[in-house]
């Protein structure tokens, strides 16, 4: 299995393409950007959700109420599987912001700049697409924020 990244307006990048695989050995000139694509793969794959805003954000989805559905559901011996299911659902949907969320202080932590400051010149916004395991995850960074999604 191998996990893909593909960047479009990062840093000196206009677009780029780098493909993982149980052995990837990076070559190039002195300022390529190899560095700043291993720094930027390094921070994508390693971050974790911001479990606060995770929170804020399930919980604005109703996920509070049918958590206590469920657990109504499994006390009184009723199957709860279409309304766990909901909730399941919830975090899923929950969870590409709360990614956007941890990834914009570290996007800062790592390359020391407001994440806006990354999108190379002119650009409106940089886009990082992360494919693998039969899963997509696009990031957005614009002037003012980090957003992301499921692609």
Known sequence: MSVKMTVENFGPFEEASLELKPL???IGKNSAGKSILTYLLWTVLTVEPDFGK???VTEALGAGRLAEEVLK???SRRDPR???LKLVGIVLEAFPEAIASSLHGALQRV???NPGELIRGNASRATILIEGYDLGLEVVIER???RASYR
């Open 24 to 26: 990837t050995i990076l």
């Open 82 to 84: 279409e309304k766990f």
């Open 73 to 75: 559901g499994i006390r």
């Open 144 to 146: 003012d924020g980090v």
């Open 111 to 113: 390359f020391l700049a």
């Open 54 to 56: 995770l929170a804020e």
